[in-house]
């Protein structure tokens, strides 16, 4: 079947450390992929989008990597603090699939200081 | 600019009521849907609408209607609450549906209780 994985675990962080998520994908072929932040009680907020012809995308402290043939996504964020902590999702855009996303359960992540 | 408001944030409903969640946006987007989510799964779409007076079902659609008569509203019906349809739900929408790479900007979610 077809499915999108992100680590169900929180992952706990050092302020001032990277923090690096993972989304796994199987049986798609997707052209874009995209990260957003959601914090307690509200909506995802959009943050990333990678295509997939480009390897790396950067915005200020956050980079996303997207690599076709392991089917992987990083996320990276440098400088971590304890503001971005929170729940990160990513979702792919299979091209095919008439404008529906996939979504993963999200990571979410805490940065102690 | 307002973005996407949803109303209610809160809501409780007996099995068997009917309910509309009411879902506005101000950025004149074309695109516009309804998402679900339930603990330790992602997000899955119930309708989305490409334009006013064109809906479509997405992965969830049972149980839920949707119109568009405006560019503005989506609201989604709930016609017979069950407790299965417990969960937080969310409106999201972007702009125009060719441009595939257009982020979605979400509205703050209702959650909905059916006993």
């Known amino acids: 079947s077809q499915k999108i994985e992100q680590n169900s675990e929180a992952l706990n962080i050092q302020e001032g450390k990277t923090a690096t998520l993972t989304c796994n994908y199987t049986?798609?072929?997707?052209?874009?992929l995209q990260w957003y932040r959601q914090d307690p009680g509200r909506g995802p907020v959009f943050l990333l989008l990678?295509?997939?012809n480009e390897k790396e995308k950067r915005k200020e402290r956050l980079k996303v990597t997207f690599d076709t043939t392991l089917k992987q996504s990083l996320f990276h964020i440098t400088a971590s603090q304890p503001a971005d902590s929170a729940t990160y999702l990513c979702a792919l855009d299979p091209l095919d699939s008439n404008y529906q996303l996939i979504w993963g359960a999200g990571t979410k992540l805490i940065i102690k200081p | 600019n307002a973005g996407v408001t949803q109303t209610p944030k809160f809501q409780v409903l007996k099995t068997g009521q009917s309910m509309t969640l009411q879902c506005a946006q101000d950025m004149n987007h074309e695109y516009m849907s309804w998402y679900r989510q339930d603990p330790g799964m992602g997000l899955r779409l119930i309708h989305y609408s490409v334009g006013a007076g064109i809906t479509d079902q997405g992965e969830v659609p049972n149980g839920y209607n949707v119109s568009r008569s405006t560019t503005e509203d989506f609201p989604l019906r709930l016609l017979s609450a069950a407790p299965s349809q417990t969960s937080v739900y969310f409106c999201a929408s972007s702009q125009a549906p060719a441009e595939r790479d257009s982020p979605l900007h979400f509205g703050n979610g209702t959650r909905l209780t059916v006993t």
């Open positions: 049986n798609y072929s997707p052209a874009y």
């Open positions: 990678i295509r997939e």
